[in-house]
Every structure is written in C-alpha cells, then in structure tokens.
C-alpha cells in the first residue's frame, strides 16, 4: 500500500491545525522522509499533492511554506526603509536584537545548520501613536558580525550590510492576507484574528542567502501598489 496518502493526510491535518507557523518552512523532504520511514521520492509525492491542492508553495531554495489555501499572483515592490524613516512621525522600536542559534527552519532557509549562530532583529515600527508593522529578522551572523553594534532603530539593515560589504544584489519576497496571532494581535494593538499583510522576504548576496524577515502590516492602514505593462 503507496504511503504517501498517509504523510499527505497528516500533513494537511498539521497545517489546517496551525501546527506549522506562518512564514517558517515545513520540514524539508528529508526530514519527512526520516520521520515518516520512506524514501525521500514519497515524501514528494505527498508534498506535490499538497502543492497543487493549494496547502503549500515552494520558495526555489527556501522551502515549502503553508499557505492556507492562498493564491500566488503579480509582482509589488516594498518601499526601502530609508523613505519610511524621513517621515518626522515615524519612529523604528527595537524590541530584540541579538545573537541566537538557528532553528532548525531557519538554518533551512538561510542554508546553515541548526544551532549556527544567527542575528535575531525584533523590531515594531509606528506612526504617531499607531503601531503599524512588526519585523522579525534572521542575518548569517558570520557575513555580518558586527551589525548589532549599530543603531537599529534608526539605520537600514540593508545600508548596514552594504557598509559591512555584503551588498543585497537579489530579494525574493512572498506577500498574503492572514490573521494575526496572540503576539502580533497585542504589539499591532488590535484584536486577535484582526487581519493583516504578512510580507516574507529572503535576501541574497550574490548566490548566498543573508538575511531572512517577516513583517506583519496592519491591513486597515497599509495598501500596497504597481503598475506594469499588460
């Protein structure tokens, strides 16, 4: 009997329970291979079921990401942090910064090992008296050593980066609709399951991955646009 029905099954099961968290990646094939007993060719049969089903979608490199059933369309471009940093109003909270080891998601993503030593940036960005945007950011800690020596709340980590020499040369970036969880709900000040924008972003330096961050955005106050040529 094909064992795939059984890893696909209780894998929609983990995703439709929340039990993979928004904006981490699901274990890679390997591993599911490891935790199911099979060979890693099932355990991407099972994924490919769920990929065109809707549950997941592959970042090339990265992984695979619960989507909720989520279409994947267009292009949008994010406006750098230097422009949001002008506004007199708008101010940049650094809730966390500092050295951690990486998950075993994480070191997926960033192409590390789990347990490598990674910069964790936690930080809350707000207009006036309004909180607006939540960052939780990862860095190789070993292209960037010394980035947690500067002023966060003020300077690009972009710019940072470029000073260090690890110039950004690729992003790739994921944007959807989501509800907002306990943490996200109570820092954003709204209520829990209010909706919002969750943009997951990977960033490159030549061919290595540097940095890996999500931001979730308060949908009653941010709308993103492009234009293009049909």
Known sequence: MAKYPLIKTTLKDRLLGGH???????PSEPQLAREFEVSRMTARRAIDELEREGYVYRVQGAGTFPT????????FRVRPFKEWARHPDHRTHVLRAL???????IAAVLHLNAGDPVLYVHRLRTAGDEALVIEKRYINS??????????????????VMIGLGVPITR??????????????AELLRVPLGTAAFLLRRTSYSGPQRVSYVNYWVRGDRY????????
């Open 99 to 105: 050295t951690v080891g990486a998950t075993p998601e």
């Open 20 to 26: 993979y968290l928004e904006g981490l990646p699901l």
């Open 142 to 159: 070993a292209l960037a050593p010394s980035l947690l020596d500067h002023d966060l709340s003020s300077e690009s980590i972009h710019e």
């Open 68 to 75: 909720g059933k989520r279409f994947r369309q267009g292009m």
């Open 223 to 230: 709308a993103f646009q492009d234009s293009f040529e049909p």
């Open 171 to 184: 992003v790739e970036q994921n944007l959807e609709a989501v509800n907002l969880r306990q943490e996200e």
